[in-house]
Nanobody, 119 residues
Framework: QVQLVESGGGLVQPGGSLRLSCAASGSISNIATMAWYRQAPGKQREFVGV???????NYAEPVKGRFTISRGNAKNTVYLQMDRLKPEDTAVYYCKSLERTRSGYIDYWGQGTQVTVPS
């Protein structure tokens, strides 16, 4: 089992920056990818970006060029660097791990951290 804890959320003015952290613990050796999702009030949860075990990344179009996902040196922490923030970035941000097991893939989710960018 994998446990994920997000941190680093807060209130930032438009154009500002914020870095979110996702700390993983438990059985992390079989994690294939770490991804970030977000959910704004009244909207569905949406994909933000993902990083693979090899370090490759992919981003959703609304954040491409502004957000960057990276992995810490200990490799049990993943970061989401958010630059040039916009009001539409306001959401609860969730970290998700994808673990490969003998029976298939299992998702684990953190509890989320709030990011607010006022208009």
């Amino acid at each position: 089992q994998v446990q994920l804890v997000e941190s680093g959320g807060g209130l930032v003015q438009p154009g500002g920056s914020l870095r979110l952290s996702c700390a993983a613990s438990g059985s992390i050796s079989n994690i294939a990818t770490m991804a970030w999702y977000r959910q704004a009030p009244g909207k569905q949860r949406e994909f933000v970006g993902v990083i693979t075990s090899g370090g490759g990344t992919n981003y959703a179009e609304p954040v491409k060029g502004r957000f960057t996902i990276s992995r810490g040196n200990a490799k049990n922490t993943v970061y989401l660097q958010m630059d040039r923030l916009k009001p539409e970035d306001t959401a609860v941000y969730y970290c998700k791990s994808l673990e490969r097991t003998r029976s298939g893939y299992i998702d684990y989710w953190g509890q989320g951290t709030q990011v607010t960018v006022p208009s």
